[in-house]
């Protein structure tokens, strides 16, 4: 009991400073502006953190997520399936939110770097498997293509959500994949792919229900 | 004479404080270092430029430019070469670069907004003539492609700067056009669109080189 109430102070810390990040930026994010947010004491923050560095790691570690994934018939699916389901959480997470803010900020990526090669590798492996088994039109470089949409995916929920609440972020991510799969996937596969906005969510949910019935 | 010293003197100004403004952020770039880097003094900087939030919102003034496009026979064509040109040109110029960054800069986008806006509309527009003279495929939405392309191409610049020296970003942008463009341009049209990643380099000099000769 006590080490539950522990994990959720920890992620209640982790998830204020996360939006302080995101409105402020990592530098004019302090300590003080998060006891004030939080209502915890200093000494209560310093228990789950050693610094304000420390937190910057932890949205970082946070931020390379395959939770509600689940194996596909095919590979491209999967490799969509990350997308898609980053696309339905970024906008409710401030935690990933903040993994992105983090990445584009200079000083923080000096000091913390970014998770974009790990990302781009998870895509790259994904693709090659689907490659091996003859999901992909011939000529295609998975490394490339996985690195260029970690490019594309990032730019695009940086700009639709500068742009207002205008734009749902699950529609334009699927909008990326459906102009891009066609030069990508062979037209057999293409066909049985599902690329619409609401799969993140259902994936997600499909993912919860079973926790829940602790499957 | 003396106002050609006075446009080279404003233009080091601005590409030093952009310089700044990359390596370590708005908020951090500060007027001593500007000092300190252009070896002029604060009443030559004050001259030019009433302070800090002047010279970012001159930053943010340069970063909607036309320059080496060219009329074509297909806008399609002019479409893409905005974005190839500018391929070529970010990671020449600091004050292009300086124009992203205070983007995704959580102060300096409250402050001074950003042009994405601006450039969505411009691709819009450029869109919209190429639709209603029949180069695009039936159902393309000008207005969703330009803006989920004014995300993409920022997100692809974003991550290959940080993945280093490795990547050039017009090889990059080419091959997110290559990927994109069978899905929004008709196939008579595309065959006879250029989408190397030396254009715009080429349509950048061809330009100068018209400028050279006083047409």
Redesign the interface.
Known sequence: MRQDRAIRTRNTILEAMASLF????Y??ATIAALVERTGLTRGALYFHFASKEDMARAVLDEAVTRDGLRPQTFKVQEWVDLGLLLAYRVPREPVLRAAI?L?????A?RLFG?R??DW?AVGRDLLTEAQDRGELLPHTDPD??S??V???????????E??GDT?DLSE?IA??Y???L???VSPAVLARIDLSPERGERLLRADESEATAGV
């Open positions: 995101n409105e402020v930026g530098d004019a803010r990445s584009v900020d200079p000083k990526r970014t974009w090669p781009a490339a293509i690195r260029m970690v490019g594309a995916w990032t730019g695009v929920q940086l700009v639709s500068t742009l734009f334009e909008r990326m459906q102009l891009m066609p030069s990508v």
